[in-house]
């Protein structure tokens, strides 16, 4: 199995631009995840879906956010309009199963975001 | 809500040593706890997964136990080596689908 994909592994945009990062989870999983990871905030749950449905977007900082899982082996995370502190590393995972207590999360290789 | 925490923040030790780096949550309704490596630039590799059922799991050079009730868990390295060198994550996971994780210890390892 490939893992989590995620796309671009690099983005560098300006202020105000619509930013839009994608993620593949690992086939057969439910559950898909988008995090982000700063050096003051270390990693914070945005959003999760299951079954394509979100289930928890509490995370998502601003309207300014959002999250669709189209699909069972595709998801984006779009910022529009993007603002310097939205910079940081935002990272997709999944996971195999809903409720069970014991269900690992892989996660993909993260996205490096940039806004200038 | 729930908080986790990593101390220390930072180590370094020489090749061959033992060490062991410390979680502690403040929820002790946890399903299971997990922990990560990540390397500088990577994404985040688990290593060892611990149900709330369970007091430890081993894999290789690595063991990881878990005490509920006092809200902590200890990742012991044995015999480290500078390839263990990366910064080490614990995550909680509780009555949600949500992980909650530390800020993490940066380990170096000095050949």
């Known amino acids: 199995d490939a893992g989590v994909i995620q796309s671009p592994r690099h983005e560098v945009t300006e202020m105000g631009q619509e930013v839009t990062l994608r993620c593949k989870p690992i086939s057969g999983h439910n559950s898909l995840f988008w995090y982000r990871q700063t050096m003051m905030r270390g990693l914070e749950l945005l959003i999760y879906f299951n079954n394509n449905v979100p289930i928890d977007d509490s995370g998502m900082p601003e309207d300014r956010f959002s999250a669709k899982m189209p699909n069972a082996s595709f998801s984006t995370l779009k910022i529009q309009p993007s603002e310097p502190r939205d910079s940081a590393v935002y990272f997709c995972?999944?996971?195999?199963?809903?409720?069970?207590?014991?269900?690992?999360?892989?996660f993909g290789p993260g996205t490096r975001l940039t806004v200038l | 809500k729930q908080e986790v925490t990593q101390i220390p923040a930072a180590l370094s030790v020489p090749e061959g040593e033992n060490l062991v780096l410390n979680c502690s949550f403040t929820d002790s309704a946890i399903y299971n706890l997990q922990w990560f490596r990540q390397d500088p630039g990577k994404g985040l590799t688990s290593l060892l997964l611990?149900?709330?059922?369970?007091r430890e799991q081993t894999s290789g050079r690595l063991n990881a136990s878990l005490d509920k009730s006092s809200g902590r868990s200890t990742l012991y390295i044995a015999a480290s080596q500078p390839g263990d060198s990366a910064t080490y994550l614990c995550a909680v996971k509780g009555g949600s689908e949500k992980l909650v994780f530390g800020k993490g210890t940066k380990l170096t390892v000095n050949p």
């Open positions: 995972a999944s996971s195999p199963a809903r409720g069970l207590a014991g269900s690992e999360q892989f």
């Open positions: 611990i149900q709330s059922s369970q």
